[in-house]
């Protein structure tokens, strides 16, 4: 996560939608709906399978070479449009010999998900209620960003608030650096750490600022662009009105949902068939 002098408007306002009463999830995981997707897609699936370049084919004009290796050997196959879905900042892909390295980049945020089974340290929470949500003030980010509870696990039942303070808990906490649980737990029964670089840096622009508080590294007089969805565009194939290289991830530049990338992909499917 930002901090909320680091983060731009829109994107502060989306980051709070999941702790609303209206955000909803899949029973049993959400990554259910991406399978149920790739198996009606009837899609060829390469698990545990790197691309290593695409490149124009030199063998039929007009289509893309795509190059990958698995963990048995490489293989090369020509296609008439590839769409990449993967963020290319952070993947070492080949594409035209590199020409759209500029127009892609983007700084990433690092950070640390850490799921938690335990009994939270009574000091945290000295009286009432605990909030399902805490999230930290600036500057301030230590030992976490932002720890929600995401449910209360006492035999007894999780509607008391009190139960909840004194017995096991469900917690997902987001951090920049690795969690101390021994600074927020008294008892750890389980725990799972996921590092990741999990979206582009959101920016705000506030020239005001910058020009009263010229050495401040919160704001920003110019973002970068965001990154094009179109990379490269193929005119010389009739087999699809818009073939080429499609970016989904530029999308992200505004905000990164699993719910905004799904739109993006589905706008850049509607380009590759239909050419808008």
Request: proline letters at 7%; hydrophobic letters at 40%; aromatic letters at 8%.
């Amino acid at each position: 996560m930002q901090d909320v002098d680091t983060v731009n408007t829109l994107g502060a306002h989306i980051s709070m939608a999941a702790g609303s009463d209206t955000a909803y999830s899949v029973a049993g995981g959400n990554y259910q709906i991406f399978e149920r997707m790739l198996a009606a897609s009837g899609a060829q699936l390469h698990l545990h399978t790197s691309v290593a370049s695409i490149q124009r084919s030199n063998a039929t004009a007009g289509r893309y070479t795509l190059s990958a290796t698995s963990e048995d050997d490489g293989f090369e196959h020509d296609f008439d449009t590839v769409i990449i879905a993967t963020p290319l900042p952070l993947a070492n892909i080949s594409i035209l010999e590199d020409k759209h390295q500029d127009l892609v980049a983007a700084e990433y945020v690092h950070m640390y998900v850490t799921f938690v089974i335990g009994v939270l340290q009574p000091r945290l929470f000295p009286k009432g209620r605990i909030p399902r949500l805490v999230v930290t003030p600036y500057q301030t980010t230590d030992p976490f960003n932002c720890l929600s509870i995401l449910a209360c696990l006492h035999p007894e039942g999780a509607g008391n608030g009190r139960q909840c303070q004194d017995g096991p808990v469900l917690t997902k906490i987001f951090s920049h650096r690795p969690v101390d649980l021994n600074r927020i737990f008294a008892v750890v029964e389980w725990h799972r750490q996921q590092e990741w670089h999990s979206y582009p840096k959101l920016n705000p622009l506030n020239a005001d600022y910058v020009h009263k508080d010229p050495d401040s590294t919160a704001y920003y007089l110019q973002r970068t662009p965001p990154p094009p969805i179109v990379l490269d565009r193929n005119r010389l194939r009739d087999t699809l009105p818009s073939s080429g290289i499609f970016y989904i991830n530029g999308m992200e530049s505004l905000f990164s949902t699993m719910e905004s990338q799904t739109v993006a992909a589905r706008h850049v499917v509607r380009l590759a068939l239909a050419g808008a």
